[in-house]
């Protein structure tokens, strides 16, 4: 997801979401436990100026 704010002509602000899910590692695993999955989460803010 992006969001963009533009207060002039040579600047903006960027909003940046960026998730994703991934299942655990076999090793990491008792036998006969469920996989589940975890979450990793990541926003970044960005300014950008032209001149």
């Known amino acids: ?5 533009a ?3 040579h600047t ?5 979401r960026y998730w994703a899910h991934t299942n655990p590692d076999d090793a990491n695993l008792r036998k006969g436990a469920p996989l589940e999955k975890t979450g990793h ?3 970044y803010l960005k300014f950008t100026t032209k001149f």
């Open 1 to 5: 997801m992006s969001l963009d704010y």
């Open 7 to 9: 207060p002039s002509d």
């Open 12 to 16: 903006k602000l960027s909003l940046l």
């Open 41 to 43: 989460y990541t926003a």
